[in-house]
C-alpha cells in the first residue's frame, strides 16, 4: 500500500515534493537578498538541476541526466505530475509489484533525457537555441509508467463507479493529450523527450513479457547499498 515503507510510489512523490519545496525556499532567499536574486538563483542554482541541451555543458553537469526528472519550477507542473503518477503508478504496483515502478520511471527519464539533447542539437529549428534550452520535470519518466501501466492491462477499470468503470486505455489517451497539448508544437525537443520516455516503459514491459527483466540490476544495486548501510 502507498503508505508502507520502502513504497516505491512514497519515495518519488516525496523526492519530487522535497526537491520542490527546497528549490522554492532557495528561491525565496536569492529574490529577498538583491534585485538581481532571480537570475542569480538561475544561474547558481536551477541551471545544476535542470537538463542543459547544450553538449559541452552537460558534459560538466553529467548529473543533470538524474536530477532534472525529480525537479519542477511551478507548483502546478508538480501536482499534476504527482497525480498521474499516483494514478498510473498505484495500479503498476497492482500488477508487477513494487519494485518495477522505479526502474520504469528512471529508464524512462533517462531515455527522454537522451533524446532532448540529442534532438535540440540536430533539429535545424532548434539548434540556433541550443545554448538557452533545458528541461525539469517528471513528464517523460511519468509517461513511462503511463504507457507501461497501459500494456500490462489496457483493460483495467478506474472509477467503477460510472458504469462499470473507465479502461485504463482511455485514460492514458486523456493524459498523453494532455501532456503533449500544454508542451506546445514548437518545443520539437521536449515532445521528442516525451514520446522517448513512453517508448522507454514499452521496452521494459515488453522485456518482461518475453522473460527478462531490465530492472535486475537496479534491484541488485539497491539490494547491496542497503545491505551495506544496515548495521
Given at each position: 500500500m502507498l503508505g508502507e515503507d520502502n513504497n516505491a510510489l512514497t519515495w518519488l512523490v516525496i523526492i519530487n515534493s522535497v526537491i520542490f519545496v527546497a528549490l522554492l525556499f532557495i528561491k525565496l532567499v536569492y529574490q529577498m537578498s538583491s534585485d538581481t536574486g532571480l537570475q542569480s538563483f538561475q544561474t547558481y542554482i536551477a541551471d545544476w538541476f535542470a537538463l542543459?541541451?547544450?553538449?559541452?555543458?552537460?558534459?560538466?553537469?553529467?548529473?543533470?541526466?538524474?536530477?532534472?526528472?525529480?525537479?519542477?519550477?511551478?507548483?502546478?507542473?508538480?501536482?499534476?505530475?504527482?497525480?498521474?503518477?499516483?494514478?498510473?503508478?498505484?495500479?503498476?504496483?497492482?500488477?508487477?509489484?513494487?519494485?518495477?515502478?522505479?526502474?520504469?520511471y528512471l529508464y524512462g527519464g533517462l531515455a527522454g533525457g537522451i533524446i532532448f539533447i540529442a534532438s535540440a542539437n540536430l533539429l535545424p529549428s532548434l539548434h540556433s537555441q541550443v545554448s538557452f534550452i533545458s528541461q525539469t520535470g517528471a513528464a517523460a519518466p511519468v509517461l513511462a509508467v503511463a504507457i507501461a501501466t497501459t500494456m500490462l492491462a489496457p483493460d483495467y477499470r478506474i472509477f467503477q463507479m460510472l458504469n462499470g468503470g473507465i479502461p485504463l486505455w482511455i485514460v492514458t489517451i486523456i493524459f498523453v493529450a494532455i501532456d503533449f497539448g500544454t508542451i506546445g508544437i514548437v518545443n520539437g525537443a521536449v515532445i521528442l523527450s516525451h514520446i522517448a520516455g513512453g517508448f522507454a516503459g514499452f521496452i521494459f514491459v515488453q522485456q518482461l513479457s518475453e522473460g527478462r527483466d531490465p530492472g535486475l540490476s537496479l534491484y541488485k544495486s539497491a539490494n547491496w547499498v542497503h545491505d551495506v548501510s544496515t548495521p
Open positions: 542543459p541541451a547544450e553538449g559541452h555543458k552537460f558534459l560538466t553537469r553529467p548529473w543533470t541526466s538524474t536530477t532534472y526528472m525529480f525537479s519542477h519550477d511551478n507548483l502546478w507542473y508538480l501536482i499534476s505530475s504527482l497525480l498521474w503518477l499516483w494514478c498510473f503508478g498505484y495500479i503498476l504496483q497492482d500488477l508487477a509489484g513494487n519494485n518495477k515502478l522505479f526502474p520504469i
